[in-house]
């Protein structure tokens, strides 16, 4: 799936607990081993499209999840030192595929089994985060276009931005893509600045914040054409 696709599976994503028993088809299941192993390819990830819920069964806290027949595990090696980021940002690239193609998912760090057989964890990997992947109780749209406000609570793009000057369209369309980037219990804690022509993001330390900020530069990253570089804080390297 393009840059472009995937930009439009931002606006159609939601967090999905309660699936149909039915398992993913085998062509689309196929299109997603075939991304993972193109996003491990370039990331150095571990990640693995397993289909199986045993990774589910002890969940006993918030978001209870139903039906769960085939999971993404977001894994890598442990001495990766930007392991976290990269789950989150090759994660959502994985997330957005699996949407485009009208399954549902959501983003797990901690109400999973940690220690399920069924997660394939080998010596000297981590699983970071995991997601369910199947059919929602209610359909993602095929035919859903850019929402005039966030499908859920989300922080005003003014509290996620500042600095000084004018601000280009370019840099206003990547933070409304921000706005609805997932992030753990919706802290939404990545901050940009803009300056001088120049647009940077940072983000508090710690492991499930490296995650949200891999997640949040992506979204951007979709909006706007550029990248950032790894870590924080990260200066945005435009292509415009």
């Not at 398992?23 to 997603?32: G, N, R």
């Not at 549902?104 to 394939?120: D, I, P, Q, R, Y």
């Not at 647009?199 to 951007?220: A, Q, W, Y």
Request: with cysteine; net charge neutral; glycine share 10%.
């Amino acid at each position: 799936m393009d840059g472009e696709n995937l930009y439009g599976a931002v606006w159609k994503r939601r967090s999905v607990r309660k699936f149909l028993d039915s398992q993913v088809e085998e062509e689309k299941a196929d299109i997603l081993r075939e991304r993972i192993s193109e996003v491990n390819g370039r990331s150095g990830l571990t990640i693995e499209f397993i289909e199986s819920g045993d990774a589910f069964r002890s969940v006993k806290t918030l978001g209870r999840f139903r039906n769960v027949r085939s999971v993404m595990v977001f894994k890598g090696r442990t001495d990766d030192p930007d392991l976290f980021e990269k789950c989150g940002y090759y994660g959502e690239e994985l997330i957005l595929t699996a949407t485009g193609l009208g399954l549902g998912t959501c983003w797990v760090a901690a109400t999973f089994n940690k220690k399920s057989e069924s997660l394939n964890v080998k010596s000297g990997e981590k699983v970071v985060c995991v997601s369910p992947v199947g059919y929602g109780s209610e359909s993602i749209s095929e035919t859903a276009q850019i929402p005039a406000e966030p499908h859920r609570r989300t922080i005003s793009a003014s509290k996620f931005l500042s600095g000084i000057g004018d601000v280009p369209p370019w840099v206003s369309e990547g933070i409304r893509s921000v706005q609805f980037a997932p992030t753990a219990m919706n802290s939404q804690k990545a901050r940009f600045r803009y300056a001088d022509g120049e647009l940077s993001v940072e983000m508090p330390r710690g492991d499930l914040n490296m995650v949200d900020l891999g997640i949040t530069k992506l979204h951007f990253e979709l909006a706007a054409n550029g990248r950032f570089p790894l870590g924080t804080p990260s200066r945005f390297v435009t292509d415009r």
